[in-house]
């Protein structure tokens, strides 16, 4: 028998879903649950270890929500891109899939597209092309931000979905626990020599979807690509010479790190990854993991439930006792594995 998914339930009230993102980012709560101890996100340099190493994603969230309309009829069109499949195909949410079907042709602002298949839940296969030959800038001009489904607050500057840290465009959604950095908490690390590097993972709406299987093995991780450089490995190696644990900064960094150890020592990788880290899983690099509070029944709440134990459970229901922010523009967590 294999483990329920509903074992990692919780009951999430509504009330606790953050609407509004804090200002200033690091003004936000860290619970340290070595000790059930409350912080502010501002005092993250000095509650890690001289020695030790941060790693972020440093993805940033692509445009991918295009509002457009069919032809020849005109009917409003919306298709959210989730992953480039190679060949200005993508795969995509479509709606209204009932009334969208493979043939289909779609424009938006410098952007046609035309679906390759008829949708299946919603999801289907759009082929994209734009004047002239750069699609992803097209895309950059014609989208917009997704923000999470659970959002129902405004946001005034799109960028408060982006880390200060984003670079290149390839995500659908932010990697969350990356939104609490700022200038001021880079620079306390600094100060107390603790490097930050960057790994690239291309996050994915799945990541974020509760698991439909009755148990967890039944849930099939869709694909992610990510990308661990040498400098990371370099980084992570003289920072175990030096005793330090390294911190990675949101469950994607997880995933990024310990695919690129698959083999048992963390290696420079640019690939895929589908790994899917469930109680039981033999860590190989993470030590210290910076989270935000995350959905019932993910895949997200498995991979917590990894790193800590059945302490899980206790925990989030002490965060909401205390009135921590839950979800994307939620507070954090401080967790040692």
């Not at 020695?51 to 005109?74: C, F, M, Y």
């Not at 150890?261 to 030590?287: C, M």
Request: aromatic share 6%.
């Amino acid at each position: 028998m294999g483990v329920k998914t509903a074992e990692f339930h919780y009951d999430l009230p509504d009330g606790a879903v953050a609407q509004t993102p804090i200002e200033p980012r690091d003004a936000s709560r860290l619970l340290v649950v070595k000790g059930m101890e409350d912080h502010r996100f501002a005092d993250l340099p000095g509650l890690l270890h001289e020695g030790d190493v941060v790693v972020v994603n440093r993805t940033r969230v692509r445009r991918a929500r295009l509002i457009g309309s069919k032809h020849p009829t005109g009917g409003r069109v919306e298709i959210l891109l989730l992953a480039p499949l190679g060949d200005g195909r993508w795969d995509a949410l479509v709606r209204p899939a009932r009334r969208l079907r493979a043939g289909t042709e779609v424009r938006f602002e410098g952007v046609e597209g035309r679906l390759e298949s008829d949708p299946d839940g919603g999801r289907a296969v759009v082929m994209l092309g734009a004047d002239g030959d750069d699609l992803e800038g097209a895309i950059e001009r014609a989208g917009e931000v997704p923000l999470p489904p659970y959002f129902t607050g405004e946001l005034s500057d799109p960028e408060r979905y982006q880390t200060v840290f984003a670079a290149d465009p390839g995500s659908a959604a932010a990697p969350t626990a990356g939104l609490h950095f700022t200038a001021g908490v880079l620079r306390g690390l600094a100060e107390r020599a603790i490097p930050v590097v960057a790994v690239d993972l291309e996050i994915g709406l799945d990541t974020f979807r509760p698991i439909s299987s009755d148990e967890v093995e039944g849930h099939a991780m869709h694909t992610e690509r990510y990308r661990v450089s040498g400098e990371v490995v370099a980084a992570v190696e003289e920072s175990r010479a030096r005793g330090g644990r390294v911190v990675a900064v949101g469950t994607t960094v997880v995933r990024a790190l310990e695919s690129a150890a698959s083999a048992g020592a963390l290696r420079a990788a640019d690939g895929s990854t589908g790994l899917f880290i469930t109680p039981g899983y033999p860590f190989r690099v993470v030590d210290v993991l910076i989270t935000n509070f995350h959905l019932p029944s993910s895949s997200l709440i498995v991979l917590v439930a990894a790193f800590m134990g059945e302490g899980w459970r206790p925990l989030y229901e002490e965060a909401l006792r205390r009135g921590y922010r839950f979800l994307s523009f939620g507070d954090a967590m401080l967790v040692e594995r």
